[in-house]
């Protein structure tokens, strides 16, 4: 069955940091890859999303994640993080085909001013 | 344009009840998708429907079904309520391919007592 690994499940971070989140998955044909995003008292969220290509995409407020097809892998990167990238944070993948995302256990990010 | 709406967004059922939630997709979008969140097992697929056919279903017990109508709008009906059917439940929605990029509504949290 496919799955979906984040080894971080709490993150705390101060201002300025930099941010790495590990997501690997469990599946040997072609993905679709996922980061969404849930801001406190927001709904989920598309934060970057890859498909084919250059396996390094960027999303939005500076996140970027790079897919590494050989280690079955997509972490999350940030070279400074905000208080406001406070939020919890979903590795997804689609596999198969049709909008059944498989969803790691997300990781808890908290950013201190 | 407006997002995904859910309603009712908080209410409270007993064991043995039943209960519908319902969604309102994006305006445009032929796709709506069901998760149910909860702190235990994460965000896991209900199903999806697609111009009023269900066109892939997770594993959950026939307690849990759903249903398109032809304005795209979607409910979602459990019956026989238990306790561990509280749980924040997800509607999603997509204009209709199937990449697994979706955007979330605000949920609907179902507290069974």
């Known amino acids: 069955a496919q799955s979906v690994s984040q080894h971080n499940h709490h993150v705390i971070l101060s201002e300025a940091a930099s941010l790495e989140l590990g997501c690997n998955y469990s599946?040997?044909?072609?993905?679709?890859l996922f980061w969404y995003v849930q801001y406190p008292g927001q709904h989920l969220q598309l934060l970057l999303k890859y498909f084919s290509g250059d396996p390094l995409v960027k999303g939005i407020k500076g996140f970027e994640a790079e897919f590494i097809k050989s280690k079955f892998s997509f972490n999350l990167r940030k070279p400074s993080v905000q208080w406001s990238d406070t939020a919890e944070y979903f590795c997804?993948?689609?596999?198969?085909?049709?909008?059944?995302?498989?969803f790691g256990a997300g990781t808890r990010l908290a950013v201190h001013p | 344009k407006a997002g995904v709406t859910q309603t009712p967004r908080y209410l409270i059922k007993t064991r043995g009840q039943q209960v519908t939630l319902s969604c309102s997709p994006i305006s445009g979008h032929r796709s709506v998708s069901w998760y149910q969140q909860t702190p235990g097992q994460g965000l896991q697929f209900l199903f999806e429907y697609f111009s009023e056919t269900q066109r892939n279903k997770g594993n959950f017990p026939g307690r849990f079904s759903g249903r398109q109508f032809s304005n795209s709008r979607s409910e979602m009906n459990v019956s026989t309520l238990e306790l561990g059917d509280s749980a924040l439940y997800l509607c999603a929605s997509n204009p209709g391919q199937s990449t697994g990029e979706l955007f979330f509504g605000e949920g609907s949290r179902l507290t069974v007592l």
């Open positions: 997804a993948v689609v596999a198969g085909g049709y909008n059944k995302l498989i």
């Open positions: 599946y040997g044909g072609t993905v679709n």
